[in-house]
């Protein structure tokens, strides 16, 4: 009882196994589209900027864009969770959130 179809199956399983592997330790993504984040506590916020200290106590600071997206009306002091961009020297938030708990 030898089915074909199971034994192409199984062989084409097997062509493309390495490949799928090998795509879990490469990273194709370039640098300019890959999402960075941190961790930290406002030391500003504008329309334009943030700035936070950062678990490490290093000064970090962010440009806001028109596509920023601000999860909540915090201040000064807050703890939060900033998802950003790298684009050259400068870093754009995609997304700061209070960090709660």
Known sequence: MHNPGLAILCLILITLQ??????????????????????????????????????KNQQQ????????????DFKAG???HVYYKQKEAIKEVTMVVEKIG
């Open 61 to 72: 600071t962010f440009q806001m864009g028109p596509s920023s997206v601000r999860g909540g």
């Open 78 to 80: 807050a703890y939060v």
């Open 18 to 55: 390495p490949s799928c592997i090998w795509k879990l330790w490469t990273n194709d993504t370039p640098l300019e589209e890959r999402i960075y984040d941190v961790y930290g506590t406002i030391e500003s916020i504008s329309n334009d900027e943030l700035i936070i200290q950062s678990s």
